[in-house]
C-alpha cells in the first residue's frame, strides 16, 4: 500500500537529507531514470557494485553520442540510465521499451502483448543473458547493462505497461495546472505520458535534484525494502503492476473519465478514428487533486524500480 505522507512529514524527510549532503548529477525522464539508478546503486552488494562500476568505466559511452540529459554526471550508473534513450532512434528499437498490455485485459502471462519487434519485459530477459555471458564481448555487456538499468526504471512508468490505443498516453491531451495542451503536427503537449514521464516527477521533486531525491525515496521506503527483496524478482508481475497503476490512477483519476477504447493498431495520433482528436475533445484536466494522487505512486514505482533493479545485479553477478 501506499502510504500519503503528511506535507510536514515530507518536508521534514527533504530537511533531513539535505542535511546529509548529495553528490551533483545532470538533470522515468532524465531526473527519474537518473534516481532509479542512484536508490538501486545503494542496495547493490559490494561485488556487484564493484563490477558495475569497472564494466562501465572499461567500457565507456561514445563521447560523440549527444546525450539528451545532458553531459556525463560523475556517478556511472546515473548516467548509463539515460543512455538507452539516446541510441534508441539509431539502434530502432523503440518497442524495446514499453509493452503494450490494453487497458481491461485480463491478468495472465504478458508475452502475448509483446510485438514483433519486441517489449519491455523481452528486452529486460534478453539483455540480463548478454550480461551473464562470461564470454561476450565486455562493450555489449556494458550496453547490456545499461539497457536494463534503463528497462526496470520504464517498466515501473504506468504508461509503459498499458495502451488505450493512444500510443501510451501521447495521444492524450491534458490541462495540467496552467498550461493548456497545444498541437502540433498531430502531436500534443502537455500529454498524459509526458506529465507522468517527467511534470509529475519534477513537481514532486520541489527542485531536489536525483541524489537528494533518491536520499528522500530511501528514507520513505526503508521499512519496505526488505518486503520487495522478500518477493524476489518477478518482471511479469511488475508490469501488471504498472498496468493497475495506469488504470487507477493514471486514467482513473483524471477529469472526466477517459473512454475504454477497443484494441486497434495505432502508429499515431490520428489513428483509431482520430485518437488524439477525440481525446483532446473530452478536454481533460490533471490538477492538485490529480498531483496529490499520483506523486505517492511517482515516488513508490521509482524506489521499487531502484530496489528491484539492484535484486537483479546482485542476483546477476552473484552467479557468475
Known amino acids: 500500500m501506499i502510504r500519503f505522507v503528511p506535507a510536514s512529514a515530507r518536508s521534514f524527510l527533504f530537511v533531513l537529507v539535505l542535511s546529509l549532503g548529495c553528490n551533483s548529477a545532470w538533470g522515468w525522464g532524465c531526473k527519474g531514470h537518473q534516481t532509479v539508478a542512484l536508490i538501486a546503486e545503494k542496495q547493490l552488494t559490494p561485488q556487484a557494485r564493484q563490477f558495475v562500476e569497472k564494466l562501465l568505466a572499461e567500457n565507456p559511452i561514445d563521447l560523440q553520442l549527444k546525450r539528451y540529459c545532458g553531459g556525463a554526471t560523475r556517478d556511472l550508473m546515473a548516467d548509463a540510465s539515460t543512455w538507452a534513450d539516446d541510441v534508441r532512434g539509431t539502434a530502432k528499437n523503440g518497442p524495446w521499451h514499453y509493452i503494450d498490455i490494453p487497458r481491461g485485459a485480463a491478468r495472465g502471462p504478458v508475452g502475448p502483448y509483446c510485438g514483433d519487434g519486441g517489449c519491455v519485459t523481452q528486452a529486460i530477459a534478453d539483455q540480463l543473458a548478454i550480461l551473464k555471458d562470461k564470454n561476450a564481448d565486455p562493450h555489449k555487456r556494458a550496453d547490456a547493462l545499461r539497457y536494463i538499468i534503463h528497462f526496470v526504471g520504464d517498466l515501473h512508468m504506468p504508461l509503459h505497461a498499458t495502451s488505450n490505443n493512444d500510443e501510451g498516453g501521447n495521444c492524450v491531451p491534458v490541462r495540467y495546472f496552467r498550461r493548456w495542451p497545444q498541437e502540433h503536427h498531430d502531436s500534443y503537449t502537455p500529454n498524459l505520458h509526458s506529465v507522468w514521464d517527467t511534470a509529475i516527477v519534477e513537481r514532486d521533486m520541489e527542485g531536489a535534484e536525483p541524489p537528494e531525491y533518491a536520499d528522500f525515496l530511501g528514507l520513505l521506503f526503508s521499512a519496505d525494502f526488505a518486503k520487495w527483496q522478500a518477493a524476489g524478482v518477478h518482471v511479469d508481475d511488475w508490469a501488471w503492476e ?70 537483479i545485479l546482485n542476483e546477476a553477478v552473484g552467479s557468475l
Not at 263 to 276: F, K, L, M, Q, R
Not at 281 to 287: C, R
Open 242 to 311: 504498472s498496468h493497475d497503476w495506469a488504470e487507477s490512477i493514471v486514467y482513473g483519476a483524471l477529469v472526466p473519465k477517459v473512454p475504454l477504447e477497443n484494441p486497434a493498431t495505432v502508429h499515431s495520433c490520428t489513428d483509431a478514428n482520430n485518437i488524439g482528436n477525440r481525446m483532446l475533445h473530452l478536454n481533460l484536466f490533471a490538477g492538485q487533486s490529480y498531483q496529490e494522487a499520483a506523486g505517492p505512486v511517482v515516488e513508490q514505482r521509482i524506489a521499487q524500480a531502484g530496489e528491484r533493479l539492484a535484486m
